[in-house]
């Protein structure tokens, strides 16, 4: 019998604290102009594939293993994790990021994760083999579930949010954009609040 | 215990009685917008869910610095539903009881606090005051101090004063009334409250008058 619900979580903002793209971008020194590019993205003004590709090549200098460091070290919204964990067959992180550097987060949070693929030699980046397409992935979700919910905070979550039941915006780690919010069912600033009204959609 | 998990507030509608060109909930009385003397009473409760629709971003902006945690619950069709849609969509995925509480009024702290100590977890109850507004929708209560029937013209000492504490799915998504949808769970028992809605210039004025007598410490809701 199918379950009844399914979650489908952004990662970055919605489950991390910080943006991770950013945070690796400090590395190279390029922290302000990642922010700037990334902010940009969230809100629409560059589409998102030749943005990721973009940013992926200023911080294609960090070696894998370095990286991976670093993203490791990015904190996480602790009752949402805890959340995840406890319905881990019920939830799905889908991200536009890359599958090699979310991989120690993903261990952290422990339910199956939808990534973009990396381009690797050895221990260097080369670029992104393969972007997904978040709208999609809850389309080949949903046909095991009974209705899905959506939580995400920018521009490439409106392709989920198309595809959701029900569609939650959130802003615990910055404002989720307006076009997303004028989709939503459910807006929350809070994890607290997020948690409480997961719960009731079991 | 606590005798509720979750509370709802209506605040979506114009209030357009009233005459304000803000929602009503952040109309300022005694130096603070309504729904912070709201708010203030359900500190204590988890899962607090505002249904926001005209001016929503007011609204959000405003209860996010006092409820960080709260829960918006968008009613984007707000100009052409009833109050009983709002408390649908804020509820319809609830599967234990929950508090409704008009976004327009104002309420005696200490009769509400009578409740959150004596009330039996999740028991439902349905809040009356005595007969004061202009348009009451009369409740009959019986001697076991059980709310029998709602009505326009039967009237009686009592109101329906806009709080209850209701089952699940109870609450349709309709154009009807809440008090209607209540109807449904009637008899049940009648809890009594000093209240004051505020929908039109003359109950502003009355809930001003009385607002330093209903028990709220001011400096500490700020």
Same mark, same amino acid.
Not at chain 1, 3 to 26: N, R
Not at chain 1, 62 to 85: C, G, H, M, N
Not at chain 2, 62 to 69: G, I, S, T
Not at chain 2, 84 to 110: C, N, Q, Y
């Given at each position: 019998?199918?379950?009844?619900?399914?979650?489908?979580?952004?990662?970055?903002?919605?489950?991390?604290?910080?943006?991770?793209? #950013?945070?690796?971008?400090?590395?190279v020194g390029l922290a302000e102009e990642m922010s700037a590019?990334?902010?940009?993205?969230?809100?629409?003004?560059? #589409?998102?594939?030749?943005?990721?590709?973009?940013?992926?090549?200023?911080?294609?200098?960090?070696?894998?293993?370095?990286?991976?460091?670093?993203?490791?070290?990015?904190?996480?919204?602790?009752?949402?994790?805890?959340?995840?964990?406890?319905?881990?067959?019920?939830?799905?992180?889908?991200?536009?990021?890359?599958?090699?550097?979310?991989?120690?987060?993903?261990?952290?949070?422990?339910?199956?994760?939808?990534?973009?693929?990396?381009?690797?030699? /050895?221990?260097?980046?080369?670029?992104?083999?393969?972007?997904?397409?978040?709208?999609?992935?809850?389309?080949?979700?949903?046909?095991?579930?009974?209705?899905?919910?959506?939580?995400?905070?920018?521009?490439?979550?409106? #392709?989920?949010?198309?595809?959701?039941?029900?569609?939650?915006?959130? /802003? /615990?780690?910055?404002? #989720?954009?307006?076009?997303?919010?004028?989709?939503?069912?459910?807006?929350?600033?809070?994890?607290?609040?997020?948690?409480?009204?997961?719960?009731?959609?079991? | 215990?606590?005798?509720?998990?979750?509370?709802?507030?209506?605040?979506?509608?114009?209030?357009?009685?009233?005459?304000?060109?803000?929602?009503?909930?952040?109309?300022?009385? %005694?130096?603070?917008?309504?729904?912070?003397?709201?708010?203030?009473?359900?500190?204590?409760?988890?899962?607090?869910?505002?249904?926001?629709?005209?001016?929503?971003?007011?609204?959000?902006?405003?209860?996010? $610095?006092?409820?960080?945690?709260?829960?918006?619950?968008? =009613?984007?069709?707000?100009?052409?539903?009833?109050?009983?849609?709002?408390?649908?969509?804020?509820?319809?995925?609830?599967?234990?009881?929950?508090?409704?509480?008009?976004?327009?009024?104002?309420?005696?702290?200490?009769? &509400? $606090?009578?409740?959150?100590?004596?009330?039996?977890? =999740?028991?439902?109850?349905?809040?009356? +005051?005595?007969?004061?507004?202009?348009?009451?929708?009369?409740?009959?209560?019986?001697?076991?101090?059980?709310?029998?029937? &709602?009505?326009? +013209?039967?009237? +009686?000492?009592?109101?329906?004063?806009?709080?209850?504490?209701?089952?699940?799915?109870?609450?349709?998504? =309709?154009?009807?009334?809440?008090?209607?949808?209540?109807?449904?769970?009637?008899?049940?028992?009648?809890?009594?409250? +000093?209240?004051?809605?505020?929908?039109?210039?003359?109950?502003?004025?009355?809930?001003?008058?009385?607002?330093?007598?209903?028990?709220?410490?001011?400096?500490?809701? %700020?």
């Open positions: 019998m199918p379950l009844e619900t399914a979650f489908c979580f952004d990662l970055d903002g919605t489950l991390t604290k910080q943006e991770i793209l #950013p945070l690796l971008a400090k590395e590019l990334t902010m940009a993205t969230m809100q629409g003004v560059l #589409p998102f594939q030749q943005s990721f590709r973009l940013r992926v090549r200023l911080l294609s200098e960090i070696s894998l293993k370095r990286a991976q460091e670093i993203v490791a070290t990015v904190p996480l919204y602790a009752l949402t994790s805890d959340f995840i964990r406890a319905h881990s067959k019920q939830c799905f992180v889908i991200t536009g990021n890359l599958d090699v550097w979310v991989s120690g987060l993903m261990e952290r949070i422990a339910c199956p994760a939808i990534t973009a693929k990396a381009e690797i030699e /050895g221990d260097c980046l080369r670029g992104v083999s393969h972007f997904i397409d978040k709208g999609e992935a809850v389309r080949k979700i949903k046909k095991d579930f009974e209705k899905v919910v959506i939580i995400g905070d920018g521009m490439n979550d409106v #392709p989920m949010f198309e595809q959701g039941d029900v569609k939650i915006a959130f /802003g /615990g780690t910055h404002p #989720p954009i307006d076009t997303l919010i004028k989709m939503a069912d459910y807006v929350t600033y809070h994890e607290r609040g997020l948690c409480c009204l997961l719960d009731t959609l079991l | 215990m606590l005798p509720f998990r979750h509370a709802i507030i209506s605040a979506a509608g114009f209030g357009s009685r009233l005459g304000m060109n803000s929602p009503k909930c952040l109309v300022q009385i %005694g130096g603070y917008a309504l729904i912070d003397y709201q708010l203030d009473l359900l500190q204590d409760i988890p899962d607090v869910r505002i249904v926001v629709g005209f001016k929503e971003e007011d609204v959000i902006n405003h209860v996010r $610095q006092k409820r960080p945690d709260a829960v918006f619950v968008r =009613n984007p069709q707000f100009h052409c539903t009833s109050n009983s849609h709002s408390v649908w969509l804020a509820s319809r995925h609830m599967k234990e009881p929950f508090l409704i509480l008009d976004g327009d009024l104002l309420i005696k702290k200490s009769d &509400f $606090q009578t409740i959150m100590i004596t009330e039996q977890s =999740n028991k439902t109850w349905i809040g009356i +005051t005595s007969c004061k507004s202009e348009e009451p929708v009369y409740a009959t209560v019986n001697e076991k101090n059980q709310i029998t029937n &709602f009505s326009f +013209t039967d009237a +009686t000492a009592w109101e329906w004063c806009g709080i209850a504490l209701v089952p699940p799915n109870i609450i349709g998504s =309709n154009q009807k009334y809440v008090f209607e949808e209540l109807k449904k769970i009637l008899p049940t028992a009648a809890e009594k409250f +000093t209240v004051y809605e505020i929908d039109t210039p003359r109950d502003y004025a009355i809930a001003s008058d009385h607002i330093s007598n209903l028990g709220y410490s001011l400096g500490s809701i %700020g």
